[in-house]
């Protein structure tokens, strides 16, 4: 069904590298170009990541991707990218396989903690000095009283 470079480990960055038996993927008929070759050929792959059972991943990532991807989770917690885009099956293969690295490398970045700030007391009193110009200058703009 695919080559053995499109069953083996998917390398996401030097920390991570998600295992053949997480991912599973499935072949099927797609609709695109190519006239009567989408007709008698399967070249649309569905790549499935178990994101539940995966070792390769810790919590917080797993966590963050759960939230992210929300809409790509399948009832049993798997990671779902569709790609039929092309008219071979290892190229559709393979590029389901980096966008799903894509993924995940967003994913493994851990968000900065947002601290409270308060504005200093020279931005409050440069507003509310502007806002006392600006209403200046549109209380100049009413009629003229002769």
């Given at each position: 069904?695919?080559?053995?470079?499109?069953?083996?480990?998917l390398?996401?960055?030097?920390?991570?590298?998600?295992?053949?038996?997480?991912?599973?993927?499935?072949?099927?008929?797609?609709?695109?170009?190519?006239?009567?070759?989408?007709?008698?050929?399967?070249?649309?792959?569905?790549l499935?990541?178990?994101l539940?059972?995966?070792?390769?991943?810790?919590?917080?990532?797993?966590?963050?991707?759960?939230?992210?991807?929300?809409?790509?989770?399948?009832?049993?917690?798997?990671?779902?990218?569709?790609?039929?885009?092309?008219?071979?099956?290892?190229a559709?293969?393979?590029?389901?396989?980096?966008?799903?690295?894509?993924?995940?490398?967003?994913?493994?970045?851990v968000?900065?903690?947002?601290?409270?700030?308060?504005?200093?007391?020279?931005?409050?009193?440069?507003r509310?000095?502007?806002?006392?110009?600006?209403?200046?200058?549109?209380?100049?703009?009413?009629?003229?009283?002769?």
């Amino acid at each position: 069904m695919a080559s053995a470079s499109h069953r083996g480990d998917l390398v996401v960055d030097a920390r991570v590298t998600i295992p053949a038996s997480d991912l599973s993927w499935t072949a099927s008929r797609s609709g695109g170009p190519g006239g009567q070759h989408v007709n008698k050929t399967s070249t649309k792959i569905d790549l499935r990541f178990d994101l539940e059972a995966t070792e390769a991943l810790w919590p917080g990532a797993k966590a963050r991707m759960r939230e992210l991807y929300a809409g790509r989770l399948d009832a049993e917690g798997r990671l779902v990218i569709t790609n039929g885009g092309g008219r071979s099956q290892t190229a559709n293969l393979e590029e389901a396989r980096e966008r799903l690295a894509n993924l995940i490398r967003a994913a493994l970045v851990v968000p900065k903690v947002r601290r409270k700030t308060r504005p200093s007391a020279g931005s409050k009193r440069r507003r509310l000095e502007s806002k006392r110009r600006t209403a200046q200058k549109k209380a100049g703009r009413g009629p003229v009283d002769y």
